[in-house]
């Protein structure tokens, strides 16, 4: 079993930046692709971005490329979404998650991110 805890969230202008973290315990961290959803009010939740094991491929959903970054940390079991250039259509609870391959076995319990325009 692995536990992920999310970090990070907050309320920001529309321009501003955030860089959430996600933390995990329990498992091997560096055996998961670790990835980053989002969940805005009365929408489905979405991918944002991923990262594969080693860290070196990484993933993004076309509305957050090149504003948005992943990244990991597997000597501290974290990884790592800087968020840039903030828009108030980013304003979602943000999930961590975590894959053997690519569907996510385990998922963290959410941080809000909330952009002011």
């Known amino acids: 079993q692995v536990n992920l805890v999310e970090s990070g969230g907050g309320l920001v202008q529309a321009g501003g930046s955030l860089r959430l973290s996600c933390t995990a315990s329990g498992g091997t961290f560096s055996r998961y692709r670790m990835s980053w959803f989002r969940q805005a009010p009365g929408k489905e939740r979405e991918f944002v971005a991923a990262?594969?094991?080693?860290?070196?491929?990484?993933y993004y959903a076309d509305a957050v490329k090149g504003r948005f970054t992943i990244s990991r940390d597997n000597a501290k079991n974290t990884v790592y979404l800087q968020m840039n250039s903030l828009k108030p259509e980013d304003t979602a609870v943000y999930y961590c998650?975590?894959?053997?391959?690519?569907?996510?076995?385990?998922w963290g319990q959410g941080t809000q991110v909330t952009v002011s325009s």
């Open positions: 990262v594969k094991s080693g860290g070196g491929t990484t």
């Open positions: 998650a975590a894959a053997v391959v690519t569907t996510p076995n385990y």
